[in-house]
C-alpha cells in the first residue's frame, strides 16, 4: 500500500483515500481550532486559493492530540473554519496523528519524512512553556506540515511555526508543481 492509498475520511463521513487528489501536489496540515497557531487557517486558504488552479490542494486533518485544543465533533470544526476562516479546502475527520492511536497516514508520513526542516525554535517554545516536546520523528505540535508531490512521494516536512505563506514552504510548493508527475 502507497501513501495515496491509505483510507482516510472526509468531515463530512465521505470514505476515500489520498489518491483522490492523484497527480495534484498536497499539503496535509493537522489543524486546531484553540491553538495559538489557528490563525494559520487564513494564510492556507490564501495559499489555497492562491495555487489550487496551478494543482496545489491543502488537505486539513483535525487532531486533539496537543493540550486539547481540538476538542470539536466533525460539524463544529468544519463551521469553525468556514465561518471564521472561509476555508474552501477539504478537511478531514479528527484523528489522532501520535501516540498509540495514531493514524496510519500519519505513521507513514513521520516514517517517511522523520525531520523536519527547522522545528529546533517552535521546540525550544513548548519547552519555555513548560512543556515537553514530541521526540523527534513525532509530530511536534498541531499544524505541522508535509508536502507530497505529484508522484505520491513526500517532498517535505515543515515545522508548525512555519508560516503557509514562508519562503522555505512556497519555494517548495512551486518546485513541486513545476515537477512532473
Not at 70 to 82: L, M, N, R, S, Y
Not at 86 to 114: C, M, N, R, W
Not at 158 to 173: G, W
Amino acid at each position: 500500500m502507497t501513501l495515496l492509498d491509505i483510507p482516510v475520511t472526509l468531515a463530512d463521513g465521505r470514505k476515500t483515500a489520498l489518491s483522490e487528489f492523484s497527480g495534484k501536489v498536497l499539503l496535509v496540515v493537522n489543524v486546531a481550532s484553540k491553538c495559538g497557531l489557528t490563525k494559520q487557517y487564513e494564510a492556507l486558504e490564501q495559499l489555497y486559493e492562491a495555487r489550487r488552479d496551478d494543482g496545489l490542494v491543502i488537505l486539513g486533518f483535525p487532531a486533539n492530540n496537543f493540550k486539547d485544543q481540538e476538542p470539536g465533533t466533525d460539524e463544529e470544526i468544519v463551521a469553525f473554519c468556514t465561518g471564521t476562516y472561509d476555508v474552501q479546502f477539504p478537511i478531514f475527520s479528527k484523528i489522532s496523528v501520535v501516540g498509540a492511536d495514531k493514524h496510519p497516514l500519519y505513521a507513514a508520513l513521520t516514517e517517511g519524512a522523520p525531520q523536519t526542516a527547522d522545528d529546533g525554535p517552535f521546540r525550544e517554545r513548548l519547552k519555555g512553556f513548560g512543556i515537553e516536546p514530541n521526540p523527534p520523528g513525532e509530530v511536534l505540535w498541531n499544524f505541522e506540515k508535509f508536502l507530497i508531490g505529484r508522484d505520491g512521494r513526500i517532498a517535505g516536512r515543515f515545522a508548525p511555526d512555519t508560516a503557509p505563506d514562508a519562503p522555505a514552504l512556497t519555494a517548495a510548493i512551486a518546485t513541486e508543481l513545476n515537477r512532473a508527475a
